[in-house]
């Protein structure tokens, strides 16, 4: 008797057609983008002030680096992600469209976006003068948007880049799909160049930026204007930075910062900054945060030692607090 398995063999044909047709689009797809690896570890020793309880003052931090980019219809798409102590966990990303001459549309995800970029461009050799210290994240750092869950826009015109920011509800990681946050949207800009354009030399860099942030009883303004001038082996800087809460009763804030960093030769710098923080409270009386830091780093090819020591009174608003701390830090790129 005759079997017809006509039937059969088409399918296995069509098996092996479709295994073939995934196979050469998996080899398209991982052709069309380029990735690269990199990373970082970084060993610290930090000393708190006496009022905490600093526990073993040594630690351990490191970073990995995922980046991909490759020509998809003409334009260049870029991703990047940074995991930090953690394998396989996203501590910030960022997916990036470059359209040439229509500027670059990223979708942020923690890497930094719009004013938040230019909170704080004194010039430092290591950490900025408020880091490590308590509730100095609160103090007059400017940034509507910030840079979680946010669509990112860069562009550059006659020596001026614009880079703006804007979300729709809470600035958060979202994974997939809506954010629990209650918090509603906000916009911002930065405004960046150099002193080519005011006939002033490479040796200034300028930036100013503006953004709101909708909230409940009024919007919240943030403003920031900020000029570096460099000369020989020196860099100084100053910045001055306001918060306006729109909210009656809320507290407003005024910062005036400054900062010298000096590269002593190609592996050596220093620098110190200072910075007052005025909290303008409307319902008690004003109090100014003073903070100071001096910093000092040491770089020999891929490797880096770095101290910092900052200091403070009358942290986040609050008279007579006061904090300092102390870090050394030993990192190793690679």
Avoid: C
């Avoid at 004013?115 to 704080?120: E, F, K, M, R, Y």
């Avoid at 600035?171 to 916009?187: I, K, L, R, Y």
């Avoid at 909708?214 to 000029?227: I, K, L, Q």
């Avoid at 918060?243 to 005036?256: H, K, L, P, Y």
């Amino acid at each position: 008797m005759k079997t017809n398995n006509k039937g059969e063999i088409m399918d296995k044909l069509k098996k092996v057609g479709l295994t073939a047709l995934a196979g050469s689009l998996a080899a398209v797809s991982a052709n069309a983008a380029e990735m690269t690896v990199s990373g970082a570890t970084l060993l610290t020793y930090t000393s708190e002030d006496a009022t905490e309880v600093t526990g073993n003052p040594f630690g351990m931090k490191t970073n990995l680096g995922f980046t991909a980019s490759g020509d998809v219809n003409g334009m260049t798409v870029s991703y990047m992600q940074t995991s930090v102590d953690q394998f396989a966990g996203m501590s910030s990303a960022r997916l990036s469209i470059d359209m040439g001459d229509m500027g670059t549309l990223a979708f942020d995800q923690g890497s930094g976006s719009g004013l938040a970029t230019i909170d704080d461009k004194t010039p430092t050799a290591a950490e900025e003068i408020w880091d490590g210290l308590d509730g100095a994240t609160v103090g007059g750092l400017v940034g509507a948007a910030g840079n979680k869950g946010v669509f990112n826009y860069i562009q550059s015109y006659a020596g001026v880049t614009i880079n703006a920011a804007a979300r729709k509800g809470a600035g958060v990681n979202n994974s997939d799909g809506a954010s629990s946050g209650t918090a509603q949207g906000a916009w911002d800009f930065a405004l960046t160049g150099s002193g080519d354009m005011l006939g002033m030399g490479e040796g200034l860099a300028w930036g100013v930026g503006y953004g709101e942030a909708e909230a409940t009883g009024g919007d919240n303004e943030h403003m920031t204007v900020f000029a570096n001038y460099s000369f020989g082996p020196v860099t100084a800087g100053y910045q001055i930075s306001n918060i306006d809460n729109g909210a009656g009763g809320a507290t407003d804030e005024e910062v005036d910062q400054w900062g010298v960093a000096i590269n002593v030769n190609d592996s050596l710098s220093f620098s110190y900054g200072e910075r007052d923080v005025k909290f303008d409270k409307a319902t008690a009386t004003d109090v100014t945060e003073n903070g100071e830091g001096i910093a000092v780093a040491y770089t020999m090819g891929s490797v880096k030692l770095a101290g910092n020591r900052n200091k403070v009174t009358n942290n986040g608003g609050t008279t007579a607090s006061n904090d300092e701390m102390t870090e050394v830090a030993l990192s190793f790129a690679f």
